[in-house]
C-alpha cells in the first residue's frame, strides 16, 4: 500500500511569491491535515480536511490556506511568502482523523523563503 | 500557547543505557497521547500510544508512563541502540474531531 505522498519535495521562493504544495494521502484514507515544522517550534497544526470540508484549523494567519478534492487529495496554498515560511511542510492522513488519532505522515515539502 | 510542554530538547545517551522523554500537559480533556519518532528526512511515526485509564504501557524496549494526576507521561527507552537515534514527539489529543497536538521535539543521539 502506497504511502503519504507529497510535492514537491523542496522548492525555493522568494518574499511576496505563493506556493502550492499537494499531498495525496494513504488510500482510502479520508482526513488530510497539514503541519508546519520549524527547529523552534516543532510540529505545529495547521488545518485538516475530512470529505472536502474543513473541520478543523490552526492558529495561523488568513494567507494559509488549504482544499481537499473528492479523490481526498489535499493542496494547502501559502500567499505573499514571507522569510519565517520557510519550514517543512508535513501532509498526514488518517482513516477519519477523529477516533484514535494516529496519523501517516508524508516525507514534507521543505520550503525556503528567500 | 503550547498545550503539550516536551523535555528535554536535545538528549545524548551512552549505547545500552535508557532514554527518558518527559512532556506535560494543561487540558484535561486530552484522552490520547501518542509518541512519534522522525528520522532525518523522514516524516514522524506513530511509535506508541496510551490512553489516561492505564499508567504504563509497554511495546519492546519503548515504555510510556503516564501519571494523571500530575498532567506527565513520558516515554522509556531500555537499552538505547544507535539506531533509535531520531527526534521524538509527544502528542496529545482530547476525543471527538480535534486535531492531534505536539510537543516541540527532543533530539536524541545514541553514542557508542
Known amino acids: 500500500k502506497a504511502g503519504v505522498t507529497q510535492t514537491p519535495r523542496y522548492l525555493i521562493k522568494t518574499r511576496g511569491q505563493q506556493v502550492t504544495l499537494s499531498c495525496s494521502p494513504i488510500?482510502?484514507?479520508?482526513?488530510v491535515s497539514w503541519y508546519q515544522q520549524t527547529p523552534g517550534q516543532g510540529l505545529q497544526f495547521l488545518f485538516e480536511y475530512f470529505s472536502e470540508t474543513q473541520r478543523n484549523k490552526g492558529n495561523f494567519p488568513g494567507r494559509f490556506s488549504g482544499r481537499q478534492f473528492s479523490n481526498s487529495r489535499s493542496e494547502m496554498n501559502v500567499s505573499t511568502l514571507e522569510l519565517g515560511d520557510s519550514a517543512l511542510y508535513l501532509c498526514?492522513?488518517?482513516?477519519?482523523?477523529?477516533?484514535?488519532?494516529?496519523?501517516?505522515f508524508g516525507e514534507g515539502s521543505r520550503l525556503t523563503v528567500l | 500557547q503550547q498545550q503539550v510542554k516536551q523535555s528535554p530538547q536535545s538528549l545524548i545517551v551512552q549505547k545500552g543505557g535508557i532514554s527518558i522523554i518527559n512532556c506535560a500537559y494543561e487540558?484535561?480533556?486530552?484522552?490520547?497521547f501518542p509518541w512519534y519518532q522522525q528520522f532525518p528526512g523522514k516524516g514522524p511515526a506513530l511509535l506508541i500510544a496510551i490512553r489516561p485509564d492505564v499508567s504504563e504501557k509497554k511495546e519492546g524496549r519503548f515504555t510510556i508512563s503516564f501519571n494523571k494526576s500530575a498532567k506527565q507521561f513520558s516515554l522509556h527507552i531500555m537499552d538505547s541502540q544507535p539506531g533509535d537515534s531520531a527526534t521524538y514527539f509527544c502528542?496529545?489529543?482530547?476525543?471527538?474531531?480535534?486535531?492531534?497536538?505536539f510537543g516541540k521535539g527532543t533530539r536524541l543521539s545514541v553514542i557508542a
Open positions: 498526514a492522513s488518517s482513516l477519519d482523523g477523529a477516533a484514535t488519532g494516529e496519523l501517516f
Open positions: 502528542a496529545a489529543k482530547s476525543s471527538g474531531n480535534t486535531p492531534l497536538v
Open positions: 487540558n484535561t480533556a486530552f484522552d490520547y
Open positions: 488510500s482510502g484514507h479520508r482526513s
